[in-house]
Nanobody, 119 residues
Framework: QVQLVESGGGAVQAGESLTLSCAASGVIFGPAIIGWYRQAPAPGKQRELVASITPRNRTAYAESVQGRFTISRDSTKYAATLQMNVLKPDDTAVYFC???????????WGQGTQVTVSS
């Protein structure tokens, strides 16, 4: 059974940094896109894609985090890191790691890690 283990969340002041990590346990095969999503606590807020990275290390970012967040992956295993710099109160959310096979053969989610940024 595959599980995604996230770590690195916490509470910081605006302008500070955090690093989130995600690693898969269990057996996974095939090329996969790793993504970080977040869901803010406001009512009606939907889960949004923050950053993603392909098996060939092509990255994509939400406009709101472009230039501040950096996603990277470990090529030897199904793991990724999200470096978050110059954090803002609007970044406050639960952050979820996702690993999805490029052919949609599987789609795994982590349990989420809380990031709180105070002004």
């Amino acid at each position: 059974q595959v599980q995604l283990v996230e770590s690195g969340g916490g509470a910081v002041q605006a302008g500070e940094s955090l690093t989130l990590s995600c690693a898969a346990s269990g057996v996974i095969f095939g090329p996969a896109i790793i993504g970080w999503y977040r869901q803010a606590p406001a009512p009606g807020k939907q889960r949004e894609l923050v950053a993603s990275i392909t098996p060939r290390n092509r990255t994509a970012y939400a406009e709101s985090v472009q230039g501040r967040f950096t996603i990277s992956r470990d090529s030897t295993k199904y793991a990724a890191t999200l470096q978050m710099n110059v954090l803002k109160p609007d970044d406050t959310a639960v952050y979820f790691c996702n690993i999805q096979n490029v052919f949609k053969a599987y789609d795994y989610w982590g349990q989420g890690t809380q990031v709180t940024v105070s002004s």
